[in-house]
């Protein structure tokens, strides 16, 4: 069973920048990144093809976050930045079957990451 370790949480200020790691144990899959707000369903912020091909973004995150995918080291970084309060939840790395077509519901996603929490302010 192919497992997520993620890391490079904190807290930081509005405007400042962040980056997430994710390192998959093996497989050849497709990953993603979601996000929580307390009480609220996870919802897509990322998505990124096995082969690096493609990344998919949400709307909220376009043109500040940035997805990569190192293939070699089976591992997924999210760079944040210009950050602001609405960025604070708690995010996941995310992983399901390869395909070419980018899958934004966090059902076609079937391995998860423990979570780590961001926390922007003012």
């Known amino acids: 069973q192919v497992q997520l370790v993620e890391s490079g949480g904190g807290s930081v200020q509005a405007g400042d920048s962040l980056t997430l790691s994710c390192a998959a144990s093996?497989?050849?899959?497709?990953m993603g990144w979601f996000r929580q707000y307390p009480g609220k369903e996870r919802e897509f912020v990322v998505g990124?093809?096995?082969?690096?091909?493609?990344?998919l973004y949400s709307d909220s995150v376009r043109g500040r976050f940035t997805a990569s995918k190192n293939n070699a080291k089976n591992t997924v970084n999210l760079q944040m930045n210009n950050l602001i309060p609405e960025d604070t939840a708690v995010y996941y790395c995310?992983?399901?079957?390869?395909?070419?077509?980018?899958?934004?519901?966090?059902?076609?996603?079937?391995?998860w990451g423990q979570g780590t929490q961001v926390t922007v302010s003012y």
């Open positions: 990124i093809r096995w082969n690096a091909a493609r990344t």
């Open positions: 995310a992983a399901g079957r390869p395909s070419l077509e980018i899958k934004q519901r966090q059902s076609e996603y079937t391995i």
């Open positions: 093996g497989g050849t899959l497709n």
